[in-house]
């Protein structure tokens, strides 16, 4: 990290990844400011909360003008799991982030990371490579970012800010939306119930939100422009990583696979050439998936264990 | 024309493109509105104007609702001659271009017809075909307008709009922007000053506004949805559309060829392939280049003569 103190901006920075983030980057000592929607937003302490919605441009320009921050991190999204990959609300929060862009350069920012996906490289997937991999999004998602991300370079240049764009791969953590993979399955297996799985057969680049946290502050701190995906560069099964969890729950006969038809456009592999990640940004991991699920195991069971958990 | 009475918002209809469109559509039967940023707006008999900036959320939002038109004619954008190609009001026109979509489904709107453009296509160029040719834009013009193609077409069919993208080639006709090609060249001309030029071998595909009014008129008629080229589908040399002003303007010794340094990325070669155009839609040209340039070259000679004209 760099040695210098920043004032960094973050949106969605009480989110499932972007707590992480916060995280590390106030560990390393910058001035944190965060955007919410709503007040009472859980952040680490010393960590400045600032309540606007970031879909109205007056507000969105009020908050990013008074935290006149050196650094953005832009994390915020739409993302309501079954429903963020058709969603207008896709097209929103493009038109919301390229006026992020602006108005942080014209309050006299320097750099920003901001998310991409995988999901910008579609359904043909395989091990993608930032340049080598062609751009070709097969949803409103993945169009969205993309769309996202071929202006914002471009614009970022006019405006004197360095843009580095992290393509993030399948995250898994603490505090995972409860309907989404891990969170689904180490729920159902706690509570001693069946799990519904598909064949398990797709191959998918898992990472945990702390790690991608922790390579997000890597990226902000670095002087690096231009595109990185955000992996653990691992191709592992659904099916391997389910039957972690089942492990770790004792849950194993609870698992059931077929049971869900996968999306028709769902790929078959779909995984981070991490090279440049590793070489370039010299960032590598600290947990591995087996370390990881065991801790994010662990805080499912802790939820389930506190009052009104097992709801 | 499709026979039945619409209700038609045009935005930039007051513009160089906008009104011979608009004229079109008033011919044609239709309701026509537009939007203009400043009253007083010369519009024909029977358009109704309505003053609104479109950069404004609330002011945009407020216009498309009164007006709750069935179609949109989308052409409104930033267009300052040699600032267009790189300035960050691209991303700002984005931006109001999406919300402008929504808002016009919000309001009940049907069918959309949006301005694109050739230097989607980018500096490569060729005979550019809707599909075949690759989107390479190589500035932040094309990129914005390409970007919005790109999020447009799956945001609009979530929306329940039929949406056709229309990329328009090279525009000559009356009231063009003194600085562009053919309108500099006319009015030095027609002044007795010499002309400076280029080597003048560019390759481009030229079509007078009015014809590219009717096209638009024409696509917007149509039940067609998807990209459509407009433009002449002739390859001209720069060089003999200047001579065909010289030539009407008595002017041919005064045009310097080689006195102007093109910029580095000038496509040798930018020319429509007008087959969907012709075949699909059933649209033609109603003026050759001859019969269009001469009446440009007289709508200038009317300029001069006016009081205040020489100017």
């Given at each position: 990290?760099a040695?210098?103190?920043?004032t960094?901006?973050?949106?969605?920075?009480?989110?499932?990844?972007?707590?992480?983030a916060v995280?590390?980057?106030t560990a390393?000592g910058?001035a944190?400011?965060?955007?919410?929607?709503?007040?009472?937003?859980d952040?680490?302490?010393?960590?400045?909360?600032?309540?606007?919605?970031?879909?109205?441009?007056g507000?969105?320009?009020?908050v990013v003008?008074?935290?006149?921050a050196d650094?953005?991190m832009?994390?915020?999204?739409?993302v309501?799991?079954?429903q963020v990959?058709?969603?207008?609300?896709?097209?929103?929060?493009?038109?919301?982030?390229l006026?992020?862009l602006?108005d942080f350069?014209?309050?006299?920012?320097r750099?920003?990371?901001i998310a991409g996906t995988?999901?910008e490289?579609g359904q043909?997937g395989?091990?993608?490579?930032?340049d080598?991999?062609?751009?070709e999004?097969?949803?409103?998602?993945?169009v969205?970012?993309?769309?996202?991300h071929s202006?914002?370079?471009?614009?970022?240049?006019?405006?004197?800010?360095e843009?580095?764009?992290?393509?993030i791969?399948?995250?898994?953590?603490?505090?995972e939306?409860p309907?989404?993979l891990v969170?689904s399955v180490?729920?159902?297996?706690l509570?001693?119930?069946p799990a519904?799985?598909s064949?398990?057969m797709?191959?998918r680049?898992?990472l945990?939100?702390q790690?991608?946290g922790s390579?997000?502050a890597?990226?902000?701190?670095?002087?690096?422009?231009?595109v990185?995906?955000?992996?653990?560069?691992?191709?592992?099964?659904?099916?391997?990583?389910?039957?972690k969890v089942?492990?770790l729950t004792?849950?194993?006969?609870?698992?059931r696979?077929?049971?869900i038809?996968p999306?028709?456009?769902d790929?078959?592999?779909?995984?981070a050439?991490?090279s440049r990640?590793?070489?370039?940004?010299?960032?590598?991991?600290s947990?591995?998936?087996?370390?990881?699920?065991?801790?994010?195991?662990?805080?499912?069971?802790?939820q389930?264990?506190?009052?009104g958990?097992?709801?």
């Amino acid at each position: 990290m760099a040695a210098a103190r920043e004032t960094v901006l973050v949106t969605g920075g009480t989110g499932f990844i972007g707590r992480q983030a916060v995280r590390q980057l106030t560990a390393a000592g910058h001035a944190v400011h965060v955007v919410s929607s709503r007040r009472g937003a859980d952040v680490p302490a010393g960590v400045e909360t600032h309540v606007a919605d970031l879909l109205r441009p007056g507000e969105r320009e009020r908050v990013v003008a008074e935290v006149a921050a050196d650094r953005l991190m832009h994390l915020a999204w739409y993302v309501e799991p079954g429903q963020v990959w058709n969603s207008i609300e896709n097209v929103r929060w493009l038109e919301a982030s390229l006026g992020l862009l602006r108005d942080f350069a014209a309050a006299g920012g320097r750099r920003a990371v901001i998310a991409g996906t995988c999901s910008e490289y579609g359904q043909h997937g395989g091990v993608c490579h930032e340049d080598r991999t062609p751009v070709e999004p097969a949803n409103l998602y993945g169009v969205s970012k993309a769309a996202l991300h071929s202006v914002a370079a471009p614009a970022a240049a006019q405006l004197g800010v360095e843009l580095a764009w992290t393509r993030i791969f399948f995250a898994y953590g603490p505090g995972e939306h409860p309907v989404r993979l891990v969170a689904s399955v180490a729920r159902r297996l706690l509570a001693g119930e069946p799990a519904p799985c598909s064949h398990g057969m797709q191959e998918r680049d898992y990472l945990s939100t702390q790690d991608i946290g922790s390579a997000l502050a890597a990226v902000l701190a670095a002087d690096f422009t231009g595109v990185v995906n955000i992996g653990s560069g691992e191709r592992r099964t659904l099916r391997e990583i389910v039957s972690k969890v089942a492990e770790l729950t004792s849950g194993t006969e609870l698992l059931r696979f077929g049971a869900i038809t996968p999306p028709p456009d769902d790929p078959p592999l779909l995984v981070a050439d991490v090279s440049r990640l590793r070489e370039e940004l010299g960032w590598s991991p600290s947990l591995t998936l087996d370390e990881g699920l065991a801790l994010t195991v662990d805080w499912w069971r802790e939820q389930r264990d506190q009052p009104g958990g097992g709801a």
